[in-house]
Nanobody, 115 residues
Framework: QVQLVESGGGLVQTGGSLRLSCAVS????????MGWFRQAPGKEREFVAS????????YYADPVKGRFTISRDIAKNTMYLQMNNLKPEDTAVYYC????????WGQGTQVTVSS
C-alpha cells in the first residue's frame, strides 16, 4: 500500500519561507511522477509542481515559478517543496501526490500566509 505523509506546514508572514516534506513508502517509485497540489477554501485543487522520481525533471505552475522549488531525496524516500517569498494567495492545504496510472494522495498540510 502506497503511503504519502506530508509535514512542514504552518503559519508564516508574507515574504516568509516554509519547506514541506512528503515521506513516501509502500513500493519502489521508479517511473512515478511525484507532485504537489494545493486547495484553497472554496476553490478546486490545483497543480503546484511536479518531479519525475527517477530523472528529477521538474515542472511548475506559473504562479509559483521562481519562488518554489521541488526536489526529492531518493535515499530518504522523501520529496520536498521549498517555498520562498510566500504570498497570502499561497494559503491552502498542500497535498503530496504520486502518479503512475493511478493517483495516490497524502492527507494534506495547511499553509497559511498572513498579510
Amino acid at each position: 500500500q502506497v503511503q504519502l505523509v506530508e509535514s512542514g506546514g504552518g503559519l508564516v508572514q508574507t515574504g516568509g519561507s516554509l519547506r514541506l516534506s512528503c515521506a513516501v513508502s509502500g513500493r519502489t517509485f521508479s517511473g512515478y511522477a511525484m507532485g504537489w497540489f494545493r486547495q484553497a477554501p472554496g476553490k478546486e485543487r490545483e497543480f503546484v509542481a511536479s518531479i519525475s522520481w527517477t530523472g528529477g525533471i521538474t515542472y511548475y505552475a506559473d504562479p509559483v515559478k521562481g519562488r518554489f522549488t521541488i526536489s526529492r531525496d531518493i535515499a530518504k524516500n522523501t520529496m520536498y517543496l521549498q517555498m520562498n517569498n510566500l504570498k497570502p494567495e499561497d494559503t491552502a492545504v498542500y497535498y503530496c501526490n504520486a502518479r503512475l496510472g493511478v493517483d495516490w494522495w497524502g492527507q494534506g498540510t495547511q499553509v497559511t500566509v498572513s498579510s
